[in-house]
Nanobody, 115 residues
Framework: QVRLVESGGGLVQAGGSLRLSCAAS????????VAWYRQAPGKERELVAG???????EYTNSVKGRFTISKDNTQNAVYLQMNSLEPEDTAVYYC?????????WGQGTQVTVSS
């Protein structure tokens, strides 16, 4: 069984920064994609940033130039550096991995950006 645990969320003023971390435990094999999603109140969950199967990064348009996804394969960890945060970034952020054996989600971490 794979377990994902996010951390690093919190309350920040607009223009501030946060760094989210996702630690994976269990048998991590056959990684297809790793990504961060978010879900704001009353909205559907959306992809924020991710690594494609080819290893390239992709971002939703609203975060391009502000957010950076990175990973450390030796630590089975993925990160999301979020700069120039805006109130519209307020959401629960989820870590997601797609393995050959299945897909997994973390429990989410709340990010709140005040204006």
């Amino acid at each position: 069984q794979v377990r994902l645990v996010e951390s690093g969320g919190g309350l920040v003023q607009a223009g501030g920064s946060l760094r989210l971390s996702c630690a994976a435990s269990g048998i991590i094999r056959g990684v297809r994609t790793v990504a961060w999603y978010r879900q704001a109140p009353g909205k559907e969950r959306e992809l924020v940033a991710g690594f494609t199967m080819g290893g390239r990064t992709e971002y939703t348009n609203s975060v391009k130039g502000r957010f950076t996804i990175s990973k450390d394969n030796t630590q089975n960890a993925v990160y999301l550096q979020m700069n120039s945060l805006e109130p519209e970034d307020t959401a629960v952020y989820y870590c997601y991995v797609d393995l050959v054996g299945g897909t997994y989600w973390g429990q989410g971490t709340q990010v709140t950006v005040s204006s």
